[in-house]
């Protein structure tokens, strides 16, 4: 009996995976972009074509490929993420011009790429399978005589290191992009 798990797996041996869906997606978004600015003028035909040049550009550059399987996961996750803050801002009362207007401002647009870069980090910390080998002392002579504690430089050197851990630094910058943008959209300014 064919199942949803069969049916992905053999577009995967297909390789939707590796290169229809990442043209697909380069595609879409250049085509997206062209017609939305319109740099090349109304004519849509040249739109497309530019589009699938670059969309068979990026799909011949093997690491491009391997870069947009590998972040295309945090990127949908990312996008239910801002949805669901979305929501919980409206649920909160919040009016769609406040959030639009947010949005819109330049401090939005710090916010969403300060997103993007916690979505990179986030696919740097996940894909490294020894990411915390660097937790364990050096050499012996950062243990303690007893054998069971680090001595005080090796402590202030692993509390560094582990706040430096781009997990931690990662974690704190989407708390500040939570708190500033729960700032932007609740605070009243001096123009209202």
């Known amino acids: 009996m064919a199942t949803f798990l069969s049916a992905v797996e053999i577009l995967e041996s ?5 290169y229809i869906f990442p043209f697909i997606l380069v595609f879409a978004m250049c085509f997206g972009m062209l017609a939305k600015f319109k740099p090349f003028g109304e004519d ?3 739109n ?3 589009s699938m040049v670059l969309g068979f550009l990026v799909i011949s550059f093997s690491a491009a ?8 996961p945090f990127l949908i996750i990312a996008l239910i993420l801002f949805l669901f803050l979305i929501m919980a801002f409206k649920f909160g009362g919040i009016k769609d011009e406040t959030i639009t207007a947010v949005l819109k401002h330049p401090a ?3 916010i969403l790429a300060g997103v993007f870069i916690l979505l990179i980090a986030l696919t740097v910390i996940y894909t490294q399978p020894d990411i915390y080998t660097f937790m364990t002392p050096a050499n012996a002579s950062e243990v303690s005589p007893e054998g069971f504690a680090l001595t005080p430089s ?6 560094v290191q582990t706040l430096m851990h781009p997990t ?3 974690i704190v910058i989407m708390f500040a992009i939570f708190a500033i943008t729960v700032y932007m959209i609740t605070h009243k300014g001096g123009s209202e």
């Open 168 to 170: 931690i630094v990662a």
């Open 48 to 50: 497309i074509i530019i």
């Open 65 to 72: 490929v391997s870069f947009i399987n590998l972040f295309m």
């Open 44 to 46: 849509q035909k040249v």
């Open 154 to 159: 090796a402590q202030l050197k692993q509390t």
């Open 108 to 110: 939005g647009w710090g």
């Open 14 to 18: 297909l390789g939707f995976y590796a």
